[in-house]
DNA sequence: TTGTACGCGTTATCAC
DNA sequence: GTGATAACGCGTACAA
C-alpha cells in the first residue's frame, strides 16, 4: 500500500527543500530548469496530490458547500440537488448534503458541525419544524460569523441573506385559473398549515383567482395537513364530505392520490374532476393519467442558489446586499385536465 | 461580525498559554479548577467550537464520507443516500454526494477530488459508462492509497473491497415466478443491456424461472435498452412487435411507461396483462393501477454501506478481509399483478 | 537558484 | 500546574 505521498517525502527523496519542492511543481520561474523537472518527473512517477486539509486551512477556504434541506426523496429537493451539484462542481466545490428530515434539531445539529470550518457556506430550505417554531437563531449565528447562506425555496424574512424561490403564489393562481377557463367552480385545496412559507404563498394565489373570478371561496373545500406528509385517511375522508369537480394539491403525492380516489368514486378525469399538482415529477409524468402540474424549476433553482453562494463566498468585499431572485413557475399542461 | 475565535484568541484574552487552553477545555487534571473554570467560562460566552479543519490535519481523519453516485433522481438511490445519512450522522459523519451523471470521466473526477484528503472512505455505485468500459483504475488507485471502499448495488468482481447488493438474480427469479403462477406464458423482459450488472443478474433470474416452469424462452420478447434512460419510442416500438400477456421491467419508470402503453391498447390490468417492475418508489405505490414490484431495500443498504465502512475507517488494523452483504429482495404486491 | 522561517488551528509530549 | 515545542501538509516572504 502506498501512502499519499508529501511535499516532504519528495524533498526528502530528492534531497532538496520543501520549499523548492513547492516551487518547482508551481512551475516557479525562481526554481532551475533541471530541478524544475526533476521534481515534477518524481512527483508525476508518484502521482503526487497536494492535501486538501492542509490547503483548507492554510486558505481559510474549503471549497466545500453546505447543503441542508429537509428531505431527499422529494423529487423537488432531489432536482435542486443536481442544480446545485451541477454548478458547484464546475466551479470545483463539493457539495455536502445533510437532511434535517423536517426537524428543528437536526437542522442546528447539521449546521453546526458543518459550520466549524468545514464548508465555505451554506444553502437551505428550512425544516417544517423550523418554520413552525420561527425560530432561527441559528441562522442567525452562522450568518454573524460572516458564513454566506442561500436560503431557497422554504424561506424566511426574519434573516437577511440571499433568496431564491419560485412565486408560488402565482403558481397557484394559473393553476386556480386553469381551472376555472375549464368551467370547473367547486375547486377543492388540498395543502398543509400555514406556517409551510410555500403552502401560504400557494393558498393565497388560489383564493385570489377565485376572487378575480367572483367564485366564493368556500372554506369547506380546504384540507390543511398538518405535514407534507401523506395521509390517505384523511384526504378520502375529505373527500367524502365534499362536493368538487376539480382539485389543487401543494405536491404531486396528493395530487395522484386525489386522482386515485376520484377515479375509485367513478368519476371521470378530467371530464368530471380535473386536478393540478406542484412539482413536476416523474410522478407527473408517469402517473394515469398524467397529471398537470406547476412546475417549479428545481434544478434551475439550485444553479441560481450555487452561483449566488459562490459569489458571495469568492467576493472579498464584505458587502451587505443581499438580492432575491424570484422564477416563474410554469404550468405543465397533462391529461388531468381538459386539453 | 465576529469571526470565529480560536485557542489563541483565548489564550492573549486570558493571558495563558495555548496549551493551557487547550487543555483546559478538555477538562485535564493538570489544570487547576481555578483556570479551568476561567478558560472554560470565557469559551462558552464566545462560542468557542474547535476548527474542523485543523483536527483533521492532524489526526488525518476528516469524518467525512464521499458518497458516488450516478444519478440522484432515481428514487433507489435517493433512498440508499437516506440510509447513509442516517447511520453516518450518528456516528458523526459527514456525507458528501458526487453524481457522476453515468459518466466515467465525471466519476473519476469526483474520486480524485475526494479521495485528497476531503474524505476517509467511498461509498459508490459504478455509473454505467464505467461498467460498459469495464475500467477501474480509479477504484485501484484509491484502495491502494489504502482508503476504504464500500461498493453497493452496480459493482465489479475487479476490485478487492466490501460490497452490498440485492440478490438481483433471486429478484428477477421471483418476480418472473409471481408471473408465472398467475398463469401467465409470454412474459416481455424490459432490460438494459448486459454490463450493468443488475440488469444482467435480473435477466438471469427471468431465464432461470422460465426454465424451471419449461417456459421456452424467445428472445424475441426481451428488449434490451442502452442505458436506464427511457425512450418511450422503443418500449412503444416494442410492444406492437410482440405477443404478451405479461412484462418484467428492470426499474418502475419502464414498468409504469408499459402500464400505459398496455392500457392505451385497450387490456386490462392485470387480467390481461401483468406487470411488475424493480424498485419500492413512489411511482409504484401512486400509479394506476398501482405497481407491484420487487423491494431493493435502498436505506437498508445505504445503512450497511455506511456501517461496513466506518467500521473499515475506525479499525486500525489493516485487514485485507472483504465481505460481500447479499441482500433478499422482497415481492411487494399491488395491483398490477392478480390478487 | 535554493533554503529558512513562519503561519494556518489543534493536540501531544516534555520540560520547568 | 503551566508553558514551550513539535507536528500535521502546504505556501510564501524573506534571507542566503
Known sequence: MKSKITLKDIARELEVSISTVSKALKNSEEISRDTKEKVQA?????????????????????????????????????????????????????????????????????????ANGSIDGFI?????????????????????????VVLFDRITNEIDCD????????????????????????????????????????????????????IELDESRILKLPTMEMDEERIRNFFDSI??????????IFAVFSMRVALEKGLKIPKDVAVIGFTNGLLSKYANPSLTVVAQHGEKMGEISAQMLIEKVESEKEEETFQTKILEPTLVVRDSTIN
Open 42 to 114: 518524481f512527483a508525476r512517477l508518484y502521482n503526487y496530490k497536494p492535501n486538501n486539509i492542509a490547503i483548507s486551512l492554510k486558505n481559510k477556504r474549503t471549497k466545500n458547500i453546505g447543503v441542508v434541506i429537509p428531505d431527499i426523496v422529494h423529487h423537488f429537493f432531489t432536482t435542486v440537488i443536481r442544480g446545485i451539484e451541477k454548478y458547484a462542481n464546475a466551479k470545483g466545490y463539493n457539495v455536502i448534503v445533510c437532511l434535517s428530515e423536517e426537524s428543528f434539531d437536526k437542522e442546528v445539529i447539521n449546521m453546526e458541525m458543518l
Open 163 to 214: 433568496k431564491v424561490i419560485i412565486d408560488d403564489r402565482m403558481g397557484g393562481y394559473l393553476a386556480t385559473k386553469k381551472l376555472i377557463e375549464q368551467g370547473k367552480q367547486k375547486i377543492a385545496l388540498i395543502t398543509t398549515d400555514d406556517y409551510l412559507s410555500v403552502s401560504k404563498a400557494r393558498g393565497d394565489g388560489y383564493r385570489k383567482a377565485l376572487l378575480d373570478s367572483n
Open 243 to 252: 362536493e368538487f369537480d376539480a382539485v389543487l394539491c401543494v405536491n404531486e
Open 124 to 148: 437551505m430550505s428550512l425544516s417544517s419544524e423550523t418554520q413552525a417554531k420561527n425560530d432561527y437563531n441559528h441562522l442567525k449565528e452562522v450568518t454573524e460569523q460572516g458564513i454566506p
